[in-house]
């Protein structure tokens, strides 16, 4: 049976074994590098895996003690979880780390760091965080979480113990959809289908209706993109798209991390900032636009991922595969569309996706970027 700390992890059952194992042990590996692809539950495998180490009952992980609740919640003295809004950790942030490792436990067990994005690290960075891993002190535990090994320097991951969660299946989301979020099972399976077992995107279609309307409108540009006109207008909406699902990630966070700041220094809303306090309120606005760059290149490339299941479901429907289709609810659309074009033509649209996100993690330019790409799926001449 699950311990009821990781009832949130989907699908993970060989790595929730491993976890449990080494915490029943009582003497766990100092480093831990959890890897899987987005969605698959890292951070939820970290953070489940730190409270068991701190939980006083047995077995570990009862999720009801004070230390389980207080590293559910974030909350836990002794356990600090480190991220990023930047395209790369400072070193001054990694060297701030290693100051707070040298720091005793506290009220728990161990003294844990969960790094989540460590694939993040620059190799400064990283030579830094080294010696810090080779010799740690006693009852420290460090945790580090990364898409794949591969995207850790070896000189990292050769020190950590490694652990890798998969792709869940559709219908284990979907189960943990239900269980946890209290949906309708044929309401989850949607959102499990169509956001690829992606748990966090599963749960925001599942709940956004207008996340869903915006996936559809991306999905379904192939349908509507048959000129060059058309393709360039196609481009400005995905652009305009991306905007607005980052818009809604980083407009609300800001208001709540201004308000939280205006009340812990006893302002009103509509107070006037002192002088004393200016400083404080430029850093978090000047955070807050690091993490909305970073954010608008998330939600962009978030939604070309979404363009590109179009194409692989046509393309499969052109192999025969009979595997299930990602957007099942557009059959009908998706089995006409590729009856009018070659399997070769659809994978090449797949390949011209895949390197619209590649030039675009280089920082090229975004409208003339996407305006090339969306010239490139436009259907062979004479056909459709």
Avoid at 71 to 91: A, G, L, R, W
Avoid at 324 to 351: G, T, V, Y
Wanted: charged content about 25%; hydrophobic content about 40%; overall charge neutral.
């Amino acid at each position: 049976m699950t311990r009821p700390v990781f009832a949130d992890l989907a699908g993970q059952e060989r790595v929730i074994d491993t976890l449990t194992a080494e915490v029943d042990r009582g003497n766990p590996t100092h480093a831990w590098l959890v890897t899987g692809p987005p969605g698959s539950g890292r951070t939820t495998a970290a953070r489940a895996f730190a409270a068991a180490l701190q939980c006083t009952q047995t077995p570990a992980g009862c999720g009801e003690c004070a230390n389980c609740k207080m590293v559910m919640n974030s909350e836990h003295p002794d356990v600090s979880f480190v991220s990023t809004d930047k395209f790369e950790y400072q070193i001054a942030d990694v060297r701030h780390l290693i100051t707070r490792a040298q720091e005793s436990a506290g009220t728990g067990r161990w003294r844990i760091i969960i790094i989540e994005d460590a694939d993040r690290m620059s190799e400064r960075s990283t030579n830094v965080l080294l010696k810090a891993i080779e010799e740690p002190p006693a009852k420290m535990i460090w945790i580090l979480s990364a898409p794949s090994p591969a995207d850790v320097l070896v000189t990292i991951r050769s020190r950590c113990r490694a652990v890798n969660l998969s792709v869940p299946s559709t219908q284990d989301v979907a189960d943990l959809l239900v269980r946890r979020d209290g949906l309708e099972p044929d309401q989850a399976l949607f959102a499990a289908r169509v956001s690829q077992s992606h748990i966090g995107v599963a749960r925001l279609l599942a709940r956004d209706e207008q996340a869903r309307i915006q996936r559809e409108k991306v999905v379904t540009l192939p349908l509507r993109t048959t000129t060059l006109p058309q393709a360039m207008a196609a481009a400005a909406e995905i652009s305009k798209l991306a905007s607005e699902r980052a818009e809604n990630i980083t407009g609300t966070d800001l208001q709540n991390k201004i308000a939280q700041l205006r009340h812990a220094n006893g302002l009103g809303p509509e107070e006037t900032i002192p002088p004393g306090l200016r400083g404080q309120f430029k850093a978090l606005e000047d955070d807050a636009k690091r993490f909305a760059r970073r954010a608008a290149f998330d939600a962009l490339d978030r939604t070309l991922t979404d363009l590109t299941t179009f194409f692989r479901d046509v393309l499969s429907i052109q192999l025969k595969t009979g595997t299930e289709l990602i957007n099942e609810h557009l059959r009908e659309k998706l089995e006409r569309f590729a009856a009018e074009q070659s399997s070769e033509k659809s994978l090449a649209q797949l390949d011209a996706i895949n390197e619209t996100r590649g030039r675009l993690a280089a920082n090229v330019n975004q409208l003339m970027a996407l305006e090339a790409l969306m010239t490139r799926l436009l259907p062979q001449p004479g056909r459709r």
